[in-house]
């Protein structure tokens, strides 16, 4: 995400190193090719030209201090101007409604569906609502039965009227059944459609007039760059939607939609989607992808990722083995699969500040785990739990059993000592040590460093 237009960004930057003082010329020249890049981004020309007319002015009225290079002040400008761009602050979701409704709108094939499943699972798990997913899309093949498989996937009930055409009357006899039984949020996943089709079109209007959701959200591919942009200004002439949710940003895409979209739309970006499984889901905050842009990392949304899968009786049973040096292969395989569930690998080593550009151009598979839990499946439950016994012919046998070679099953077993040993120094400094460098980390802004 974005790796073309970082690189771009710090060639532009480094036209300013080593110079004095910021001058009209070298500002002129920094800014003819951050317009280059925000264009190859496929940003809007109007968009690309306006921001860089705003950074000119901020980077000509400003003294650079004796400790400050100009091209770390050029940086911060385009960063603030980055964040504005692209909303300034988080948007917030309206779920006022008792139930609060939110209408799922978009062209077809930008993801509406698997989002919807994401949503209901990021409101179930996070905010602890009770959320009923409704099928309105009674013209794609298999749509219905597409959502139910969501639906399972993420624990959250469908409701269908199977063989009702009429989407206006489903989503009505959905939000009845929602509000007698207690469901504190309905989203309404609805057909891809045309902004040129004008019967399609009136469909999700009338749709909307209908049920009056709480939020009406619309769903863009931002893989389709400059065409998502115009496609959303088309959609909000005639819905008056209320923020975007950009899917597939995991995906080859140069940025251009989450860049322009905000300004030609003035809509907030609201969600983002980072991968196909149900936990990729991101809420959007300008700040932290401005921060991505310019090579920064996202060490918050890493941190937040890794929260979410925190079960903190499991870590107080975790600490009690770490201290009696009692963790375990059963235990080593547990943390492997919460990191799985924190999303795509490239895309959480990326919010490292500095490893995105080193990792750019290395393709980590995100079954990058597999050859080691079939390593760990192979061993032998007695094994699992008592790593010591592991001699070198019983190496050989889950070397044999697990299709693996001897090197991988002693490189495992290498890290895992390592693992434990790390583990366990941690453990023993102790609760007030741990308190002393959160508060460290509190006095950073909350940011670590």
């Known amino acids: 995400m974005f790796e073309n237009l970082s690189d771009r960004l710090e060639r532009s930057f480094k036209i300013l190193k080593g110079e ?36 000119k002015q901020k980077a000509m009225g400003m003294n650079v201090l004796t400790a400050v290079k100009p091209s770390q002040l050029m940086v911060k400008i385009v960063h603030d101007e980055l964040t504005e761009l692209m909303g300034g602050k988080a948007a917030e979701l309206n779920l006022e409604g008792r139930p609060a409704i939110i209408l799922m709108s978009g062209l077809q094939g930008s993801g509406k569906t698997t989002f919807s499943g994401k949503l209901a699972k990021m409101l179930k798990e996070r905010q602890h609502k009770k959320p009923l997913l409704v099928a309105c899309d009674v013209y794609r093949p298999a749509a219905i039965e597409q959502l139910k498989v969501v639906g399972q996937t993420v624990g959250v009930e469908v409701y269908t009227e199977e063989g009702n055409k009429n989407v206006v009357e489903i989503a009505q006899n959905a939000i009845r059944k929602a509000k007698q039984e207690s469901y504190t949020v309905v989203i309404v996943d609805t057909a891809g459609r045309l902004a040129v089709d004008a019967e399609m079109m009136n469909e999700i209007s009338n749709l909307k007039e209908a049920i009056n959701p709480d939020e009406t959200l619309f769903v863009v591919d931002s893989m389709t760059g400059q065409d998502a942009v115009n496609t959303a200004k088309e959609f909000n002439d005639r819905l008056d939607f209320d923020g975007v ?147 070198q012919s019983r190496r050989l046998r889950i070397a044999k059993g697990s299709g693996s070679k001897i090197e991988d099953v002693n490189r ?38």
Not at 33 to 43: C, G
Not at 246 to 257: I, N
Not at 306 to 335: C, P, S, V
């Open 20 to 55: 004095g003082k910021i001058t009209e010329i070298n500002v002129a020249e920094t800014l003819k090719d951050v317009r280059r890049a925000l264009l190859d981004a496929d940003v809007n020309y109007k968009v690309a030209k306006t921001f860089t007319d705003s950074v």
């Open 245 to 391: 949710v950009l899917t597939k940003l995991d995906g080859d895409t140069r940025g251009g939609a989450a860049l322009s979209i905000r300004t030609v739309v003035t809509k907030p970006i609201k969600f983002i989607g980072t991968g196909e499984k149900m936990e990729a889901i991101d809420v959007f905050h300008p700040e932290r992808m401005a921060d991505r842009i310019l090579g920064m990392g996202d060490v918050v949304s890493l941190v937040e990722r890794a929260q979410q899968q925190y079960d903190e009786e499991e870590a107080k049973r975790l600490e009690k083995k770490i201290r009696k040096n009692k963790f375990d292969f059963d235990d080593f395989m547990g943390q492997i699969q919460q990191i799985k569930k924190m999303g795509n690998i490239k895309d959480l080593a990326s919010m490292i500040p500095g490893v995105g550009k080193q990792i750019k151009d290395l393709d980590i598979d995100d079954d990058a785990f597999k050859g080691i839990e079939a390593i760990i499946n192979s061993m032998t439950p007695k094994e699992r739990a008592n790593p010591d016994i592991i001699n």
């Open 412 to 449: 495992l077993m290498k890290q895992f000592d390592q693992t434990r040993k790390m583990m366990r120094m941690v453990s023993g400094m102790g609760s007030s040590r741990m308190a002393q460098m959160a508060a460290a980390m509190k006095m950073k802004g909350g940011k670590p460093f």
